[in-house]
């Protein structure tokens, strides 16, 4: 892989760029069954997580990550900050630079954000996350998660259900699982599922076109309420009409597929509790390859260089 | 103070070559001298090329290869700049209009030209007429501090100052109660309402149109629609009123067909397109180019065409610059913060020319129609009622000139336009004395 500062879109890839992150990501996760779960990868490296939005598994994830490579790990609290009284990103960012650090991890709810920050600064940055746009590291998680599970990525079906419009998700797991051969189609609300033409993956319209499909993995969007202004769709329709009901959940037993969510899960919304105990339910998974996926993904990237975004 | 000659200069609406005698700027002529229809004023004498006689000594300009025609009127422009004086925002406007061969433009009330009361108007007036190279007309608010609320002194803008035009800038007024009642009221002191049709409810936190681009991106979509429906709103009000309504930043093929269909059962109407409109698509903004965040935003292929199509059959009266400078930090910032808006006065003749009438999409004719005769007579309606001539002085063109536009050669005191970096063709020669 050639020397990258950044980490912000899946598409500024290469094939072979994603293959490598993918199969050190196998490496990483081997770590995890050791008595010492740390190598020195990273060792006087700093590390910053700066987060606008809040996050739970992302940040908790990157930071075990960076502390799994030896990495020194800083937290930049928001609500404590300058952030609040109204400063730039620039003016943040210059700030933070002046702290001399390696590696930036920054989620923002306006999309394109880490570019900006990428442009305007030496050290390396993993997107966690920008508005609707992008959340590669999830999207190597994901495809890692399919990858443990199947053996293989090309010819698999996924189809990914609910918030399509609002989902970085959507978008960044899409294109990882078509550009690693899967086929992969969305479903959901009229409302939150722009045209097949605008994003290139076909649209199915109800659980039984779905259920005839017979996708190998059905992936769950969470529900973004925090992210809606005005509703999308009435919310009491949601669980009967788009979610995993526990008669659903019989159908997609019997027909062996398996269940992703990104997280956090709205119980009730788009899973029914029983779907969390589904044994083909990778949602757990999914959590602990997070963490092999960011090892892979800081290890691949090298502060300074130019950047590829 | 002598006469001016100019020879052998190409008449850009008709082709054929021609010469002139203008006199001194000093000298106020009472005489207007038509060409083509095109009343234009202090020219003592316009014949055939080669026809006139020139007195030895006398000051000529050889305009061989050159192209003679009205200069341009903008009926749409911002030139606040934050941060920047009042003072500077209009020397630089005034400049950068000249360099774009625009003469005169309407200026849009913004935060700090809030034209909403005699004092700014005057004030503004004051310092436009001593530092701006062009002539700066500003547009009076249709609503107090912009707010959609409440309504303006109108009365007190027209007839102690001499305001034309109502324009909130670019927002739809919030109460349209509000909009409604100056309508009646201010349609009958014959004031031009300039609006720019929206559903802002439906626009809300939007950026880009509905489109790959919006999903690839992540920026939420704006509907054309919202921009469909304020145009039938707004063509309802100003036929239940009677008022003039000028439809402000057309960008959608639907919006053309309802204002054709308007002015086909006779509606005041009349509309403008911003030249970005016409020549860019959404595809433009690529990743994340801030140059192109414009509002409305920009659209597919398919509607710069009609509004093109809009334009040569009449539907669309006026092209517009649109401009609206931004710092350049400003711009720097993401997408969703960076504020909306490119400059346009700077390159604005060139820019029409090179992309436009060069490539055959637009003839003299429809370019001198679309930006010198519509826009100004929007702007200053009474002056052709009572038989003034228009005030447009003249320019030449030279089509040979190409320059690469350069931060150097921008004088705006901004840098968000589309054709930084760009080979534009056309140079611009205004005043002629």
């Known amino acids: 892989m050639k020397p990258r500062k950044d980490l912000i879109t899946i598409e500024s890839l290469s094939d072979e760029d994603i293959h490598t992150i993918l199969d050190s990501a196998v490496a990483m996760k081997e770590i995890f069954t050791k008595s010492v779960k740390k190598v020195p990868a990273l060792k006087g490296k700093s590390v910053l997580t700066l987060f606008y939005e809040p996050s739970t598994r992302t940040r908790s994830s990157f930071e075990v990550a960076a502390h799994r490579l030896s990495a020194d790990v800083t937290t930049f609290t928001l609500s404590t900050s300058s952030v609040v009284k109204g400063e730039s990103v620039h003016d943040t960012i210059d700030t933070l630079m002046s702290m001399k650090m390696d590696y930036i991890i920054v989620r923002h709810k306006n999309s394109g954000i880490p570019a900006v920050i990428a442009r305007h600064c030496n050290a390396s940055v993993i997107n966690a996350g920008d508005g609707a746009h992008a959340h590669p590291s999830q999207a190597f998680l994901d495809a890692f998660t399919i990858r443990e599970k199947y053996g293989e990525i090309a010819g698999r079906r996924v189809v990914i259900v609910g918030d399509i419009l609002h989902s970085r998700v959507a978008r960044s797991t899409s294109l990882i699982l078509r550009r690693l051969g899967a086929q992969v189609a969305f479903m959901g609300p009229g409302s939150l599922v722009p045209p097949g033409e605008h994003t290139g993956v076909a649209r199915l319209h109800t659980w039984e076109e779905v259920f005839t499909w017979a996708p190998d993995v059905i992936y769950l969007l969470r529900v973004q309420n925090e992210r809606i202004e005005s509703p999308f769709f009435p919310a009491a329709d949601y669980h009967q009409t788009f979610g995993v009901t526990e008669e659903r959940l019989r159908r997609i037993e019997a027909q062996g597929m398996s269940i992703m969510h990104p997280g956090p899960v709205n119980r009730g919304v788009e899973l029914c509790d029983a779907a969390m105990e589904y044994e083909h339910c990778l949602v757990c998974n999914q959590v602990e390859n997070g963490i092999a996926a960011r090892m892979s993904i800081l290890y691949h990237l090298t502060p300074g260089t130019l950047s590829h975004d | ?433």
């Not at chain 2, 038509?34 to 006689?53: D, F, R, V, Y």
């Not at chain 2, 003749?349 to 060069?358: N, R, S």
């Not at chain 2, 003249?394 to 004088?411: A, G, I, K, N, Y």
Request: hydrophobic residues 40%; contains cysteine; proline residues 7%.
């Open chain 2, 1 to 433: 103070m002598t006469d001016t000659y100019i020879t052998h200069a190409t008449w850009a609406p008709g082709g054929h070559q021609i010469d002139l005698c203008l006199a001194p700027a000093a000298e106020s002529l009472d005489t207007i001298v038509l060409i083509e229809g095109i009343p234009l004023p202090n020219i003592k004498k316009a014949c055939p090329s080669g026809a006139m006689e020139i007195p030895e000594h006398a000051h000529v300009i050889d305009a061989s290869g050159k192209l003679l025609m009205p200069a341009l009127y903008d009926l749409h422009t911002h030139i606040e700049m934050p941060g920047r004086s009042k003072r500077e925002c209009i020397i630089r406007a005034g400049e950068a209009a000249i360099r774009g061969g625009v003469w005169g433009m309407l200026v849009l009330p913004s935060p700090a030209f809030r034209f909403d009361n005699g004092a700014s108007l005057d004030s503004f007036r004051e310092t436009a007429s001593v530092r701006s190279a062009a002539e700066m007309t500003p547009a009076g608010c249709i609503s107090l501090g912009m707010q959609g609320l409440e309504q303006a002194p109108y009365n007190t803008l027209a007839a102690t100052r001499g305001v034309h035009v109502l324009s909130d800038g670019d927002d739809f007024p919030a109460d349209i109660l509000m909009l409604y009642r100056a309508m009646q009221y201010a349609g009958e002191l014959e004031l031009v309402f300039a609006v720019r049709a929206d559903v802002p409810a439906l626009t809300k936190h939007t950026y880009v149109h509905p489109s790959a681009t919006a999903y690839k991106l992540g920026l939420h979509p704006c509907p054309p629609c919202a921009e469909e429906i304020g145009t039938e709103t707004l063509i309802r009000l100003a036929e239940a009123t009677g008022a003039h309504l000028h439809l402000q930043l057309v960008s959608t093929a639907e919006s053309v067909r309802i204002i054709r269909h308007a002015k086909e059962r006779g509606v005041k109407v009349t509309a403008e397109v911003a030249l970005q409109h016409l020549l860019f698509t959404h595809e433009k903004i690529g990743d994340y180019n801030t140059v192109f965040k414009t509002v409305p935003p920009l659209r597919d292929k398919a509607d710069c065409e009609a509004l093109l199509e809009g334009v040569k059959d009449g539907t669309i009266d006026c092209i517009v610059s649109a401009h609206t400078p931004c710092t350049p930090f400003s711009k720097k910032q993401d997408f969703i913060t960076a504020p909306v808006g490119m400059t346009g006065l700077d390159t604005f003749l060139p820019a029409l020319y090179t992309h436009l009438v060069e490539p055959g999409l637009l003839t003299w004719w429809d370019l001198v129609r679309a930006c010198c005769l519509n826009p100004e007579g929007i702007a200053c309606p009474r002056d052709q009622e009572e038989g003034v001539p228009s005030t447009a002085p003249l320019l030449l063109f030279d089509p040979q000139v190409s320059h690469v536009v350069t931060e150097e050669s921008l004088v705006c005191g901004a840098l968000n336009t589309p054709f930084l970096g760009q080979e534009l063709h056309g140079a611009v020669t205004l005043p002629l004395r």
